[in-house]
């Protein structure tokens, strides 16, 4: 029998390209369909290898789940930007590629994600998806958040609903 090694940490520079194939191909299956093509393909190309190379250098934290030796998702962590919402702490992103979904590695990049905010001492945690995505919805209200509060994001003069979850400590 083949044990394979499921490995929750921080990304390093040598990530990049990994989760920039992450991204294309989770943002192409969750989106395709909802975000109009056109704006749904500049969202991807604009990250690129470099982009994601200088978020990990720079900006909100990165973390990366890693099955057997392959990136199989990502999340983006940090603070909470919605003023009106009174949890500290924010998951931006969090996105498997298609074939590791489902068999749980979502759920506990989630917890290692929601661990990590609480462990830098942000109270609380908010999580936005679109209403039209109906797999991250379950997802996330099985993780036990409520959903709280609604949004709008504009695309291409498309208008599309977004829900807010949380979590209070
Ligand atoms: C949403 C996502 C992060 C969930 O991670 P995952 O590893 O697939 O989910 P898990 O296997 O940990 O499942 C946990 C729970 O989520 C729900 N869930 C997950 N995938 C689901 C699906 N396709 N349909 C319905 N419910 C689903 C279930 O309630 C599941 O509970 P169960 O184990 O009792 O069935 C992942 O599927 C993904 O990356 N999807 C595409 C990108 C995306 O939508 N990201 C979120 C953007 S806000």
Known sequence: ???????????EPRDASAIADVHQEAWHGAYSGIIPHRTLTSMINRRGVDWWANAIRKAATVLV???????????????????????QGEIYELYLRPEYQGIGLGSRLFKAAKNRLSDHGLRGLVVWALEDNHNALAFYAGNGGRDVAEGVEVFEQKALKKVAFVWND
């Not at 029998?1 to 990304?11: E, F, H, P, Q, V």
């Open 1 to 11: 029998m083949n044990t394979l090694t499921i490995d929750i940490r921080k990304a």
């Open 65 to 87: 789940v890693e099955i057997g030796g392959t990136i199989a998702g990502y999340a983006t962590i940090g603070k909470n930007r919605a003023r009106e919402l009174r949890q």
